[in-house]
């Protein structure tokens, strides 16, 4: 079958999750045979510019891991709380992402990944114009997630997205969702069940895998001597990480307990603004790194965290909570009672949930973990088993591959 993928973020852009998620699958695809195209942005996310080897052009194909990879130009800005300045991002992207994607080749299908909600618009050009399906695959429902962030406020503004959300769910020949908490969401907005299909995100359990605390990483970063909390990702506002900044207060009392936050995002520099006025020594500020160091960070870490504010995060689990698992490593979730990710820690016993937004009840389980390196063993295990049956690459390629036929066929 000959496949396109419609994506902002790709490799060598290996600094989001959702990046390395779509590399890693186009990549499955092309191995069990099938013909992969992708069309991307120019790489740009760490820096918020495009990165000097792609600059100047409008568009650069190359080739990797046996797929075809299209990078088209957009516009950026290092202004990352500004909306007009996304949504401008966005826009360029759509344009030349459509013109590359006319003239790429021929497929017989479109899989495109969201966010944004406007890349179902360039799915939906292209297949009339190449008289083919596309599959919407909603990694994070919007414009749901912008509301209740407060990034989107203008009610004409949501409604407008309201309605193009409808519209790409209508146009879609199916959509893939993360979860049973996206199904149901969709679900209430109208979407035809029959079109709904949930495949989950996976990791590679070839790469991230158990490791010893004592690496070179440790080594290079003083962690090997320190009883580590880490989290990694993506430092924005949907993450409410300044209660871990509270939490690490509390525990300072504890000379062995290192609070890591590996990664760069919008509310990075008042974090650490934070730390420095309340003289937090317990609590260590890394950038992204690089993939190839991965295995090595999660390995130095005794647990790791997912944390979520609140008034999101009940629908769906988080890209990261695979990879902590795969790692071995318990798992503590700071998120809604009813999240899906406090019924993955559940259902899998990998690790300990507590309420967000409070910093006492997250030092008290971190106290906990510290004194129980049994029980932190045993979480390890049973979330690199659950990971391993459930979660990997060949599985969930496989998923996609039978939607994909049962669309063709139709």
């Excluded at 186009?26 to 099938?34: N, T």
């Excluded at 120019?42 to 194909?61: N, V």
């Excluded at 500004?82 to 966005?90: D, F, G, K, S, T």
């Excluded at 997205?161 to 969401?185: C, D, P, T």
Aim: with cysteine; hydrophobic share 45%; aromatic share 8%.
């Amino acid at each position: 079958m000959r496949i396109l993928l419609l994506t902002l973020y790709y490799s060598p852009d290996l600094t989001s999750a959702n990046a390395v998620i779509l590399t890693e699958l186009a990549e499955k695809l092309a191995e069990m045979g099938h013909e992969v195209t992708v069309v991307t942005l120019m790489p740009h996310y760490a820096a918020s510019q495009i990165e000097a080897a792609y600059r100047g052009k409008l568009f650069i194909k190359e080739s990797r891991q046996r797929v075809a990879v299209h990078h088209a130009y957009l516009y950026t800005s290092a202004d990352k709380h500004n909306l007009l300045a996304r949504l401008l991002n966005y826009a360029s992207f759509n344009v030349t992402s459509t013109l590359a994607a006319l003239f790429a080749g021929s497929y017989d299908v479109i899989l495109c990944p969201s966010p944004p909600l406007t890349i179902g618009l360039t799915a939906w050009v292209v297949g009339i114009l190449k008289r083919i399906p596309f599959i919407y695959n909603v990694q994070d429902i919007y414009p749901d997630i912008a509301v209740q962030l407060g990034v989107l406020k203008n009610r004409r503004v949501i409604r407008f997205f309201q309605k193009m959300e409808h519209f790409i769910y209508r146009q879609a020949a199916a959509v893939s969702v993360l979860s049973r908490g996206f199904e149901q969401n969709l679900l209430d907005k109208g979407t035809p069940p029959e079109k709904l299909h949930v495949i989950p995100n996976f990791v590679d359990t070839a790469f991230i895998t158990p490791g010893k605390k004592e690496n070179a990483f440790a080594r290079r970063h003083g962690l090997a001597d320190k009883f580590v909390l880490m989290y990694a990702g993506n430092v924005g506002l949907s993450q409410g990480l300044d209660h871990m900044l509270a939490a690490a207060e509390r525990l300072q009392e504890t000379a062995e307990i290192l609070l890591l936050i590996v990664g760069n995002g919008t509310v990075k520099p008042e974090l650490e603004k934070e730390a420095a006025e309340r003289q937090l020594r317990n609590v260590l500020f890394l950038p992204f790194q690089p993939r190839a160091a991965l295995p090595e960070m999660y390995a130095a870490a005794d647990v790791a965290l997912v944390s979520l504010r609140s008034d999101i995060g009940r629908e769906s689990v988080p890209s990261k909570a695979y990879t902590i698992m795969a790692s071995g490593r318990p798992l503590l979730a700071a998120v809604r009672e009813d999240a899906e990710t406090k019924w993955l820690v559940d259902t899998a016993a990998c690790g300990v949930w507590v309420p967000p937004e409070q910093p006492q009840a997250l030092a008290d389980a971190v106290l906990a973990l510290y004194r129980q390196p049994e029980q932190r063993r045993q979480m390890g295990e049973n979330g690199r088993r659950y990971v391993t049956e459930h979660h990997t690459v060949d599985s969930v390629a496989q998923q996609y591959i039978d939607l994909i036929e049962a669309l063709i066929q139709s």
